[in-house]
């Protein structure tokens, strides 16, 4: 669905999907939820599937109610890179809590994780660099990068999480 239509968020989700295969061994039984809601986790993109503007919201949705998918799957792809920050600025927070109740633990770390060391272009890169480019990409007084600001302590705590767990391993 991002293939054509919007072909550099189809090659993040490809690295995305790649960086989270590295590190599902972490997640136990949830490591096959993870590996594919990294996978799905920008298909709200997809032109066809806009409907709030919220892509993690518009993807969570379609995933439960067109594709069917795990319910973990859907509510990891509709809270990804702290989600109810975005979901508060637009309004969305009650819906997407109500939708698809955030997932604690490891999986949301490691879904943040994936998300956030990867580029636009799907290469790996540091999580800070990642963060100023999504900044610079959408510019000041944008929602999604004034979200994104807010959200950066998180976002870098949940990397941190993921980057220990992989050391200890």
């Not at 890179?81 to 698809?100: D, P, Q, T």
Request: with cysteine; aromatic share 4%; proline share 4%.
């Amino acid at each position: 669905m991002l293939a054509e239509s919007v072909p550099r968020r189809w090659a993040h989700s490809q690295g995305v999907g790649r960086k989270a295969e590295s590190v599902a061994h972490l997640l136990g039984d949830d490591a096959s939820a993870l590996v594919s809601a990294a996978w799905l986790h920008d298909v709200g993109y997809a032109p066809d599937l806009v409907a709030t503007g919220m892509h993690q919201l518009d993807g969570a949705r379609y995933l439960r109610d067109v594709a069917g998918a795990d319910a973990l799957v859907c509510r990891l792809v509709a809270n990804h890179s702290c989600a109810h920050i975005e979901g508060r600025n637009r309004g969305l927070s009650e819906v997407l809590a109500s939708e698809f109740p955030p997932v604690e633990g490891l999986a949301t770390d490691a879904i943040t994780y994936a998300d956030m060391t990867t580029t636009p272009d799907g290469e790996p890169v540091e999580v800070e660099r990642r963060l100023a480019e999504i900044l610079s990409r959408y510019g000041d007084g944008d929602l999604v990068a004034e979200s994104i600001r807010e959200a950066s302590p998180l976002i870098i705590n949940s990397v941190r999480v993921i980057e220990a767990a992989l050391a200890e391993r």
